[in-house]
């Protein structure tokens, strides 16, 4: 009975911890609130779990409309010791959100906020059927970008929200779709300053085109229909392809802010789309020699050095 009576006053607080936050002036939209509630054990960090409404609705499945995700502040951040933030688009892949839930906590470690959401269809957001449901009709599909542009903005005005966060020191990275997202989220959200693309590129119908496990899917909704109505989705999605999203990412590269890594044998993001993409944009490549697109993901401890010297560049320098 004791021990049932101290986990329910354990529960009890854990309850009353969580906070709700109205976001009174979002980048667009009406008012719109954010569940806020710490994250246990917590020694190195401060962390959060969020829960808001996604920007747009999906009715006829409503699971797609509740936005979840975690933020990660240092230790030392304060409203007057403000910190740098990013936010870090997660991949396609079933990993449950641990690759970037940790990049953000190694950020967070080292003086960077970090923020990562579940995109539309992913994670609790897809429901039993999970992200094949973006493809279920055209409308779903081109809906989908732009929910999820849409709750990207949203993500950071909520970072924004935390007077700890430096508003002029706002990142953005991700790896491979997350890489795609991030060149998404600067083109329309100019509070990004540094963006990193990892496993990235441009010309989105070669990259469906390699016909792989996290393509083959999309390849198959672009190609489904006769030549003509292909060539329409095609010019549709024109619009997202990160080589039409680089009018920002040129002015971030012109100030050292805009960086790729690459897998110099991607077998599904072609190397050529990540050269063409670094010239139009002219930043810079770091390209990982003889790994694919899999084997990136055996040398996560020097992707690691390299996003942390990347954006430990906002932070300010020691005193000698």
Known sequence: MKKAFILFLCLASTILMAETRQIA????????NVEITPLPDQKEFRGFSIRFPSAFTTPDY???????????????????H???????????????????????????????????????????????????????????????????????????????SFPE???????????SLGAFMTANAAAIDHRIQRALMILGGGNLQEVFATNTNETK??????TREDKQQQEELYKKIAKYD???????LKV????????????????????????????????????????????FFE?????????????KQDLPKPAK
């Open 165 to 175: 966060i430096n508003p002029q020191q706002l990142g953005a990275m991700g790896f």
């Open 82 to 160: 403000q910190t740098p933030a990013v936010q870090v688009f997660h991949t396609i892949g079933p990993d449950k959100f641990q690759l970037e839930r940790k990049v953000c906590q190694v950020l967070a470690k080292e003086g960077i906020a970090g923020i990562y959401i579940q995109l539309p269809y992913f994670g609790q957001r897809g429901g039993l059927l999970g992200p094949i449901v973006i493809i279920r009709t055209e409308e779903a599909f081109f809906q989908g970008l732009e929910q999820t542009r849409a709750d990207a903005i949203r993500a950071n005005d909520i970072l924004l």
């Open 217 to 222: 899917d999309l390849l198959g909704f672009f």
């Open 25 to 32: 002036k979002p980048s667009f939209g009406p008012a719109f």
């Open 62 to 80: 409503p699971i797609n409309n509740t936005v979840l995700g975690e933020i990660y502040l240092p230790l030392n951040a304060k409203p007057d």
């Open 252 to 295: 971030l590269a012109r100030n050292g802010k805009c960086a790729m890594i690459n897998a110099q044998n991607d077998n599904v993001i072609p190397p050529k789309c990540s050269k063409l993409l670094a010239e139009k944009i002219g930043c810079p490549i770091k390209w990982y020699p003889n790994v694919n697109h899999y084997t």
């Open 242 to 248: 990160p080589i039409n999203c680089t009018d920002r």
């Open 299 to 311: 040398h996560l401890s020097e992707a690691g050095a390299d996003i942390r010297a990347f954006f």
